[in-house]
């Protein structure tokens, strides 16, 4: 008969395998923690490297920003400057007539029979909000009946007048006395509209 | 395998507070590396201005490069408005300026001016420098003289405009009319030259 004596403590109890539970769970948090320590490493090497980054940015955009900003603004002069010769273009040009060519045109299609007493060309507005009018105003007396109505159909032939003020209209005409009449005649275009 | 059964408490104990730990610092690990954020909000303020930077770099890089022909065009755009500034009145003494151009074709037409003015201002909203130039002329000539005068007005400036023209006969003088002239340039002319 054998007997067998138990003589470990329970806190002594042991289990089968190669390394004690104690080794396996220092050595779980030794891994652990040596993963912990690599990933931190990496992180702090990144962060370093992001850094230097960030500092050689900052100095090449120092340097960069102060030669782009001469530049930036040499090409908002060039903007303004194209602005200013096109808005000088469209006042030399646009849909304006020479005066002296108007009052050359009138002159060689008025008829001898009438004598102008008020000639009035130029662009009406009445205020700075209303839209502007080229307008010519003959007013005189005349010779004869029809000779206003002649002098309309003159008018309206002048391609420089028509240019202007579009067509002519006879705007009154009245008997003075006998053969002399008194008349009025008015062409009126709205600048910029239709010719 | 370890024996769960064969294990005291104390060690059991041991065993769950190790895994417990593990997990914690597993998840404070990814949460401290951003990995718990979205891709694009990883990285922190310094990513994301050193990304800024980049673009900002990548731009005055590009608008470096066309430095010549934007000098080449400024130069040219300073020329040509530089050649049209001869028409335009002086802001400083506008009134002396304009006398004088038109005091000049009226002597070449044979007109003697009585009266040369500034018009009124009348819109308000604009500074003086930003409205058009205008004066009033008066005179009494001879038909073909005042056609030759607006000539010569027109022609030795291009920038200058004829507003309008009011003729009135004089009974007492046939040959000559009472004239008013209203002419008007742009206003004052800037030219641009950017930072030297």
């Given at each position: 008969m054998s007997?067998?004596?138990n003589l470990l403590k329970k806190t002594e109890r042991r289990y089968q395998g190669i390394v004690s539970m104690k080794v396996m769970a220092l050595g779980s948090v030794s891994v652990l923690a040596g993963i912990t320590i690599l990933v931190f490493l990496l992180a702090g090497i990144s962060r370093m490297t992001l850094?230097?980054?960030l500092d050689r940015a900052r100095r090449e955009f120092e340097r960069l920003d102060s030669l782009a900003k001469v530049v930036r603004n040499a090409q908002a002069a060039?903007?303004?400057n194209r602005k200013t010769l096109a808005d000088l273009e469209r006042w030399s040009k646009g849909d304006h007539v020479s005066m002296y060519v108007i009052l050359r045109a009138v002159?060689?299609?008025i008829p001898a029979q009438m004598a102008l007493e008020?000639?009035?060309a130029g662009m009406e507005q009445e205020t700075n909000a209303a839209p502007v009018y080229y307008t010519l105003r003959l007013s005189g007396r005349s010779q004869g009946e029809l000779t206003a109505v002649d002098a309309k159909r003159q008018l309206n032939s002048s391609a420089e007048l028509r240019r202007f003020c579009g067509e002519t209209k006879l705007v009154s005409s009245q008997r003075e006395a006998g053969e002399n009449w008194?008349?009025?005649l008015e062409g009126r275009r709205l600048a910029g509209g239709a010719k | 395998m370890m024996n769960w059964a064969a294990l005291t408490k104390k060690q059991q104990?041991?065993?769950?507070?190790?895994?417990v730990l593990a997990v914690l610092q597993i998840l404070l690990m990814a949460h401290f590396l951003g990995w718990t954020k979205p891709a694009s909000a990883r990285g922190g303020s310094a990513k994301k201005e050193l990304v800024k930077l980049t673009q900002q770099i990548d731009e005055a890089d590009k608008i470096l490069k066309r430095e010549e022909s934007i000098r080449d065009e400024l130069n040219q755009s300073i020329e040509k408005l530089e050649a049209v500034t001869v028409y335009t009145p002086t802001l400083s003494d506008r009134y002396a300026w304009a006398y004088e151009y038109v005091s000049r074709c009226a002597t070449q037409s044979r007109i003697e001016l009585d009266n040369l003015e500034e018009a009124v201002l009348t819109d308000d909203?604009?500074?003086?420098?930003?409205?058009p130039y205008e004066i009033s002329v008066s005179t009494r000539c001879g038909y073909n003289s005042l056609v030759e005068f607006l000539n010569r007005l027109e022609k030795g400036n291009p920038l200058l405009r004829i507003k309008d023209v009011t003729v009135s006969s004089l009974p007492s003088q046939p040959q000559s009319h009472q004239v008013r002239i209203i002419m008007q340039w742009p206003a004052a002319v800037k030219v641009e030259k950017g930072t030297q």
């Open positions: 007997l067998q004596v850094n230097a980054n060039v903007d303004t002159q060689s299609e008020n000639l009035y008194i008349f009025a | 104990q041991m065993v769950i507070v190790t895994a909203s604009k500074k003086i420098a930003d409205q």
